[in-house]
């Protein structure tokens, strides 16, 4: 039905993310594969052009800093990305990144040939720019781009190409595909293939009807934009939606990230992000996918069969969050949200038992990996797919652009320091680090829980009054227990005369 009604939103959701979220996905999962043919290469290259071996330590510090790297550059693409969207408008700011990965998958090309690790590095640092950019440009597009009434849906799939494509970097690494000595350039610039893909498509695609009324002011092309994507249909009440916000802030520019920090009016709104976002690089899922290996192998996995073993990880987490498009406009994100950190949180506690006990109890492996399975099943079915498009929701227009930076740069400093510190954490605390994560977890369910309101079918204004509800009960119950504690002070002291 979806498919029927609104064809040309469903093919901008998936121009959009093949050359979106899919870069970032397969550019955290492609590393895994070829890292011995890359360490190879920074010792011959040391070895030619200094004629010195460097020790085993040097390599894996050189090898550290080719994978981070991505993060740095990750950083800097979204604090650019919001007054580039802001500028060139959602699409063309796609378009343009684009050119940033290819650039980036020539270096990764050459780089065997030139014996040079050093233009791995610099791919690397410009696919995080790429990445950087298409997180926010492709959530803005998608949840703008979208029906009110599938929003939610289509935002999910955000989470689903992120999926698809850390599935893609895993199969595509195996070595009957392009991990081997001579394919592995290849792979490492299988980016640039998206990015042309995306390059050669999204120019037949409208541009974000919502940006085309409210930040260009030209209701004409916004309505033409309407109805290439949702077909020649009534869609007033869109419209008059858009008007109302545009009306609300008619006197108001597109916010900074710092006025966004300043502002009262949406206090909340950026708490929630703040907590949200925080929580989705630290509630484990790394970690979990770090300790799946070790987990394999103390089951009885064959060495040579780990990384068929870990396509299954990442299958789970795609076929998840392709169920959570299925289901979120029925359940709402609240609930999948909520949902998603419970059991996330209880899963941790089993695993640190099970790991604990792995050596101690023949059959506890096996538990440690099916615990595994469902600590990804939870991620996947709620917090990945539901908090990417937030900002989109929970911000009015000229505060949305600010909000995307603010959660982008969350999203990268967290993978970052967790990249830095979780290798420390494992070797001082072992398997109770996963304690650290359940924190996380468990103080965004309760968040959730007391401090979120329902976004389903709602306008960024409409969610805005709801938080409003949400929080003036709240005060109102503060101040009444105060006023309680009070009286009963007085009849203390009353007594006690």
Not at 352 to 366: D, E, F, G, I, N
Not at 483 to 488: D, F, G
């Amino acid at each position: 039905q979806l498919n029927l009604e609104c064809p040309v939103v469903i093919a901008a959701v998936f121009v959009a993310g093949i050359g979106g979220t899919f870069q970032y996905g397969f550019s955290v999962s492609v590393m895994t594969s070829p890292s011995a043919f890359i360490k190879e290469l920074v010792n011959k290259t040391c070895l030619q052009r200094y004629n010195a071996s460097l020790e085993q330590w040097q390599v894996s510090l050189i090898w550290s800093f080719t994978v981070s790297i991505f993060c740095i550059g990750g950083l800097l693409g979204s604090l650019v990305a919001g007054p580039l969207i802001t500028k060139f408008g959602r699409k063309q700011c796609l378009l343009l990144n684009n050119f940033v990965a290819i650039i980036a998958a020539v270096l990764m090309l050459l780089s065997q040939t030139a014996m040079s690790f050093e233009m791995i590095m610099v791919g690397r640092f410009l696919y995080g720019i790429n990445s950087g950019v298409s997180l926010s440009a492709h959530t803005m597009y998608v949840v703008e781009c979208a029906p009110k009434r599938l929003r939610g849906m289509l935002g999910v799939t955000i989470a689903t190409f992120i999926s698809l494509g850390k599935f893609c970097g895993q199969l595509l690494g195996i070595s009957e595909l392009l991990g081997t000595q001579e394919r592995w350039p290849w792979l490492l610039g299988f980016n640039g293939f998206t990015a042309l893909v995306q390059l050669s498509t999204l120019p037949f695609l409208p541009e974000s009807p919502k940006f085309l009324l409210l930040d260009r002011g030209n209701r004409q092309a916004c309505e033409k934009a309407l109805r290439r994507l949702w077909g020649n249909k009534d869609f007033s009440t869109e419209i008059e939606e858009m008007l109302e916000e545009k009306a609300e802030l008619q006197s108001v520019c597109n916010h900074s990230v710092m006025e966004l920090f300043q502002s009262k009016t949406v206090l909340w709104q950026l708490l929630t992000i703040i907590v949200t976002f925080t929580t989705l690089q630290l509630c484990g899922i790394n970690a979990v996918y770090f300790y799946s290996f070790d987990v394999f192998r103390a089951a009885g996995i064959q060495e040579h069969q780990l990384r068929y073993t870990a396509l299954g990880t990442g299958l789970c987490e795609l076929a998840t969050s392709v169920a959570c498009f299925m289901i979120v406009e029925n359940t709402g994100k609240k609930v999948l949200l909520l949902r998603g950190y419970v059991g996330m949180s209880a899963t941790l506690i089993l695993l640190t038992v099970t790991l604990y006990l792995q050596t101690q109890v023949s059959w506890m492996p096996y538990c440690s990996m099916v615990l595994i399975f469902i600590f990804i099943f939870f991620f996947a079915s709620g917090p990945a797919g539901v908090t990417a498009p937030l900002p989109g929701e929970l911000f009015t227009q000229s505060f949305k652009s600010a909000g995307y930076t603010i959660a982008c740069t969350l999203n990268w400093t967290g993978l970052f320091v967790l990249g830095m510190v979780f290798p420390i954490l494992v070797v001082k605390h072992i398997y109770f680090c996963f304690l650290i994560f359940l924190f996380f977890c468990t103080g965004c369910g309760l968040y959730v829980r007391l401090y979120f309101p329902e976004t389903k079918n709602r306008t960024a204004l409409e969610i805005a009054a709801e938080f409003e509800k949400i929080h003036s009960k709240s005060e109102k119950l503060q101040r009444k227990n105060n006023t309680e504690q009070k009286l009963n002070g007085i009849k203390t002291y009353m007594t006690k005369l």
